[in-house]
């Protein structure tokens, strides 16, 4: 089994949807929760940072973290077209981030 | 500004020759890593540095090998010895000790071994 599980889609939605991404871990040390959004042949972009429990909202996107239930979030309200991309979900249990261990990836199509 | 870039975007090897991707940050940050990824797949750590001269294996560093010379450089040779080095490259950096984790991405280097 692997430390980060995460669906890997494709996921299919259209525009002005409201999309929601997952992932499940087993690492009980894990405090530091992030989300990247990745562009086909690009490099990936920090989307959303999260320490510890609870959520986090930057405009349309929304992280919620439940350590409880070893469970992450990323809410994508009024999806656009130009949210299509893979979405990986990161962790961390240091502060350096060192060992950043991340989900395999979901991959995202908003279609207008 | 400030950012990291890898070059080339894309390269392309015959089998059995070493290659070694570039990879520049300016944004001051302490720790540098090299990541690879596959289609469909996740991203996997290569090596990382936290500190000029100084770096550790991460979860597949056979047949690869880097050096941190300069706080701004951080290159990856990709050595005959690498069974399937055909992959996107992924180079990014962080504070090491006050970044909670934050990592920042260059746009990456594509590797073709024929």
């Known amino acids: 089994q692997k430390e980060v599980e995460q669906d890997p889609g494709p996921l299919s939605v259209p525009e002005g949807a409201i999309v929601s991404l997952n992932c499940t871990y087993s690492n009980s040390a894990f405090q530091y929760f992030m989300w990247y959004r990745q562009y086909s042949r690009k490099g990936p972009e920090l989307l959303m940072y999260t320490y510890s429990s609870g959520n986090k909202e930057d405009g349309r996107f929304t992280a919620q973290v439940d350590k409880s239930s070893k469970y992450i979030s990323l809410f994508i309200r009024d999806s656009q077209p130009s949210d299509s991309a893979t979405y990986l979900c990161a962790m961390s249990a240091d502060n350096a981030g060192n060992m950043l261990t991340f989900g395999g990836g979901t991959r995202l199509m908003v279609k207008p | 500004d400030g950012g990291i870039t890898q070059s080339p975007k894309y390269l392309f090897r015959k089998e059995g020759q070493n290659v070694t991707l570039s990879c520049e940050q300016n944004?001051?940050?302490?720790?540098m890593y090299w990541y690879r990824q596959d289609p469909g797949q996740g991203l996997r750590l290569i090596y990382y540095s936290q500190i000029v001269n100084d770096f550790q294996k991460g979860d597949i560093a056979e047949g690869y090998s880097v050096s941190r010379e300069k706080k701004e450089s951080f290159p990856l040779t990709v050595t005959s010895a690498q069974k399937n080095p055909t992959a996107f490259y992924l180079c990014?950096?962080?504070?090491?000790?006050?970044?909670?984790?934050?990592?920042?991405f260059g746009p990456g280097t594509r590797l073709t071994v024929t």
């Open positions: 990014a950096s962080s504070m090491a000790l006050r970044g909670g984790g934050k990592q920042y």
């Open positions: 944004l001051n940050h302490d720790a």
